[in-house]
């Protein structure tokens, strides 16, 4: 066959239909993300706990301080309420005063071998986020592609969101550490493993609104209705945290 001929079936059939396709794909993930932003904007996913305000705030005292604690499962078929998009802690928060949020790896004590290490696609995670770069390779291409269906854009796929308020967009983040920083051409994997101990992230967090405390993972979302989990579910996420919230 003439090299001319396939050259000229690139340039002119199968290069523009590619880019295309890529354009009509981006138009639609992006054009998902902000539709499901803005249901979210709303209060569609965040369902606020009846009764709950600044003199009921769902805190205990503890010590001369007040607390509360609960389990934060983030297992795909994990019963949390409301439900897995945007997941109660059942305390509220107010305007300027400051909190402390602890999120602790279970179970604690770690076992041995270790049995609570998060999971992000079926690959050991780090409990405040998984890099892409972290993934074998068909998966961090996966993630790389569905970087347009992702939740919060500025924090890594599986970073844990503190969301006040069910209105609105007041966020705040609980990230982790990075591991140890080389020029070398060929780091130490050893410095990217994810801890065989118990995992513990902190945030001080001052709210600048009033509002009950919502705590979700930064996962893919669809705007659509009936569709908004379907791919955070297919990427599938596992294990629980211990969380404390502390006044």
């Not at 609570?116 to 690959?123: I, L, N, Q, V």
């Not at 993630?143 to 069910?166: A, C, E, H, K, Y």
């Not at 080389?182 to 994810?194: I, T, Y």
């Not at 065989?196 to 001052?206: H, I, N, P, Q, V």
Request: hydrophobic share 40%; proline share 6%; glycine share 10%.
């Amino acid at each position: 066959m003439d090299l001319s001929i396939i050259l000229q079936g690139f340039k002119f059939y199968f290069a523009p239909a590619v880019s295309a396709l890529g354009m009509l794909y981006l138009a639609l993930a992006f054009g998902s993300h902000y539709l499901f932003s803005i249901r979210d904007s709303f209060g569609t996913f965040c369902t606020e706990t009846a009764g709950l305000d600044a003199s009921r705030n769902g805190l205990m005292h503890v010590g001369g301080k007040q607390q509360a604690e609960f389990i934060f499962d983030t297992s795909d078929g994990a019963v949390n309420k409301p439900n897995n998009l945007c997941i109660s802690t059942g305390v509220f928060l107010e305007t300027g005063v400051r909190y402390r949020v602890v999120f602790k790896r279970l179970p604690d004590p770690e076992t041995n071998p270790p049995s609570g290490k998060w999971t992000f696609f079926d690959e050991e995670s780090y409990m405040g986020g998984q890099p892409v770069s972290h993934l074998s390779g068909w998966k961090s291409v996966v993630m790389t592609v569905l970087f347009p269906f992702r939740r919060s854009f500025d924090r890594p796929w599986g970073n844990i969101v503190l969301r006040i308020g069910s209105r609105g967009n007041e966020e705040d983040f609980l990230d982790w550490a990075p591991p140890r920083q080389s020029d070398s051409l060929l780091p130490d994997k050893k410095d990217f493993a994810v801890s065989d101990k118990s995992e513990t992230l902190a945030e001080g967090l001052t709210p600048k609104r009033d509002g009950e405390l919502f705590v979700y993972l930064n996962k893919p979302v669809v705007g659509l209705w009936g569709y908004e989990i379907s791919l955070g579910d297919w990427i599938r996420t596992t294990r629980p945290a211990k969380i404390l919230i502390e006044r």
